[in-house]
């Protein structure tokens, strides 16, 4: 060791000898916040050791951002050296919170004297030894206690008080002494970690979206705002709480697609909603076509009537007719011979979509201008976004404009579109995303499903990846709903809203079971919706309206399908059918769901269920009452039985009634 190094070490307090470390939840080494919902607890686990047979003591130490004082909580030893402890996450915002331990001087001597009086030793030493302890504790107490402790400390020095053994092991006198520890030498953890907390929403919510231009009773005509508003008790009566609107702002001319995406568009082609901006305004606008910011916030009124709140799609992307093209064409990237580069995914092309260059040198110019476009809709009453594609644009840039937003504005939340590679879909939730779509879509079979919500559910992502589950999108016909026909969207109708707190549908496309693709082998819709006119036949016979509806009300009226936590997946003899409970914490509501993932066939098989996960008595009997279809069935031990016929209802929503003995005899509770 050099002399440099023996100078360094001895700058340092050496007197310290506890570690604190492995802080959880600690996302990317403390790099970005793990997220909580309002009302809920952090509970926070951390290892706090020390050399030899000392023991030591630990608090959870917290704040509400920007408070600058530190409010404490106890933390417990679970075993192993491994402590926990929690508090309450109370309000919207950003809390703050780390751990810091010392070494229990006086547990360690309470202990210490209690084994040596078991083993029979004189323990007049340890006696004084425990009445400076207490005195010293008395010199850091409040008054009250000050004189407490003054006095036990009395009690311990005076040989001949036949109580000094009983004060000495009084846990009267532990618990205050302790109150008062020595920190000189305390260690802090050397991190300050962070947690946000959401609105209650951002867990659990049911998304519906809609074109509000195809919302016109009449065939053929351009709908308005006002006729998306006379569409909203069509939405309420299904059970959805949120509804999302593609972009409603003006839509280009140049470059504009037809039908099915054609390059070339007639002069009645009303374009893609997504290439935003024309002479009549841009991202702040909305499409003459549609309606007036006045329709829009009679729009939000009316939705709010209903319990239903709207989400605005934000789609950070111009049309060639948009303002900015012409007052920030430095925002755009140009090629070598001037003209601006349009959007591509090969071998798909949007020459109607000018992307923003998030490499402009004027980038903080960018940057405030697209944060003023979120806070103009907020200020119009706007608290849901969902964010078309953000794994196309700067990752730095999200995590500067949704903290920005988030700072004045905590009950804003954020939906991540982005369906692309798992870790930079993780990284855009760690940097501030409310809500994330995930590869649900494309899950279909029981180990792809078990696999995906396991990892979703059961490590480290779920401290800040909430699922939006979505068995359908505008772009996206999976090819199990091309197939599978009515019983393909009943299932993924289940799965979603069963699996998922938050999960959503591209409506009335869903419920009338849209499945007519654009060409073989491909996900897009034929006629689709982003490039023309709709008319839905919303009284249709063969609509799912009633079936959502059914499902909707299910999770309203039952807890443990309004939050990820508390999933269990249980064994299934049949490879077809798929079984899992949602409980909440306390058991005090459990859900099982039986699920046929064979749209053809009927499955028939036996379940095995965890008993001791859903904190059920192997031996006793319960009632499984099947929420969708009303049947009642008695189920004794873990072994059940079950036959599902994909046309009629492919699945069984069972809620368990525990059995409990009466005066007269036995009786279910609800």
């Not at 001949?160 to 305390?186: K, M, N």
């Not at 050397?190 to 016109?216: H, M, N, Q």
């Not at 007639?266 to 006045?294: N, Q, R």
């Not at 730095?396 to 798992?422: C, Q, Y």
């Amino acid at each position: 060791m050099f002399a440099h190094e023996h100078v360094g070490m001895l700058e340092r307090e050496g007197r310290t000898r506890v570690v604190v470390e492995r802080v959880r939840p600690e996302i990317d080494c403390g790099a970005f916040p793990a997220k909580r919902i309002v009302g809920e607890s952090v509970v926070v686990e951390a290892d706090i050791f020390t050399d030899g047979h000392d023991l030591v003591a630990g608090e959870l130490l917290y704040r509400r951002v920007p408070e600058e004082a530190w409010r404490r909580q106890p933390m417990k030893l679970l075993g192993n050296d491994r402590w926990r402890g929690e508090f309450p996450a109370s309000e919207l915002g950003r809390y703050e919170y780390t751990v810091e331990g010392w070494i229990d001087r006086f547990g360690t001597w309470r202990t210490t004297l209690m084994k040596r009086i078991d083993s029979g030793h004189d323990v007049r030493a340890e006696f004084l030894t425990g009445a400076g302890l207490m005195e010293e504790a008395a010199s850091r107490a409040a008054h009250e206690d000050a004189a407490k402790l003054h006095d036990w400390a009395r009690v311990l020095c005076d040989v001949g008080d036949p109580e000094r053994g009983e004060t000495a092991l009084a846990d009267e006198a532990a618990d205050l002494a302790q109150r008062y520890p020595d920190r000189r030498f305390a260690v802090r953890y050397g991190k300050e970690l962070s947690v946000v907390v959401d609105r209650v929403k951002a867990r659990y919510s049911t998304w519906y979206e809609l074109f509000p231009r195809s919302c016109s009773s009449e065939p053929g005509r351009h709908g308005t705002l006002r006729d998306c508003e006379a569409r909203l008790p069509y939405i309420a009566a299904m059970g959805f709480d949120v509804l999302y609107l593609p972009p409603i702002h003006p839509i280009g001319r140049t470059s504009r697609k037809g039908k099915n995406n054609e390059g070339a568009a007639g002069p009645e082609d009303v374009g893609s909603p997504w290439a935003i901006g024309s002479e009549a305004g841009g991202h702040t606008s909305i499409h003459p076509e549609l309606g007036t910011m006045d329709d829009f916030e009679r729009l939000m009124a009316k939705a709010q009537g209903h319990g239903i709140e709207i989400a605005l799609d934000l789609a950070l992307q111009c049309s060639p007719d948009h303002p900015y093209v012409r007052q920030h064409p430095e925002w755009f990237r140009k090629r070598p011979d001037g003209s601006i580069q349009y959007a591509e995914n090969p071998p798909k092309k949007y020459e109607d979509i000018f992307p923003l260059d998030f490499e402009t040198p004027q980038w903080r110019e960018l940057w405030v201008e697209l944060r003023g476009v979120v806070l103009s809709w907020i200020a119009h009453g706007v608290r849901i976004f969902r964010v078309d594609n953000p794994h196309t644009k700067a990752l730095a840039f999200w995590e500067w404009m949704i903290g920005e937003v988030k700072a004045n504005h905590p009950d804003v939340l954020f939906l991540a579109e982005s369906f692309t590679r798992p870790k930079l879909m993780y990284r855009l939730a760690k940097l501030g995303f409310s809500q994330s779509y995930t590869y649900f879509t494309w899950r279909n079979t029981k180990p792809e499903l078990t696999n995906y919500f396991r990892e979703l559910t059961e490590t480290g992502a779920r401290e800040f990846f909430r699922p939006n589950l979505w068995p359908n999108t505008p772009d996206i016909l999976p090819e199990y709903l091309q197939v599978g026909g009515r019983a393909a969207f009943m299932i993924r109708l289940i799965l979603a809203a069963t699996l998922g707190a938050n999960y959503g549908i591209y409506g009335p496309a869903f419920e009338l079971c849209e499945n007519s693709v654009r060409q073989p082998g491909g996900e897009e819709y034929l006629n689709s919706e982003k490039y023309e006119l709709k008319h839905w036949d919303l009284a249709s016979t063969s609509s799912l309206k009633e079936l959502i509806a059914h499902i909707n009300r299910i999770r309203r009226e039952n807890p443990a399908l309004q939050s990820d936590a508390g999933l269990q997946f249980h064994e299934t003899d049949n490879p077809a059918v798929i079984c899992y409970s949602k409980t909440t914490k306390d058991l005090s509501d459990i859900i099982i769901v039986v699920c046929n993932l064979d749209a053809f066939h009927t499955q028939t098989g036996w379940v095995n269920l965890d008993l001791a996960a859903l904190g059920l008595d192997a031996g006793r009997m319960f009632q499984a009452h099947d929420l969708l279809s009303d049947g009642r069935y008695l189920w004794n031990g873990a072994r059940n039985y079950f036959e599902l016929t994909p046309e009629s209802l492919p699945a069984h929503v069972m809620k368990v009634r525990k059995w409990v003995r009466t005066e007269r005899d036995f009786d279910y509770y609800f």
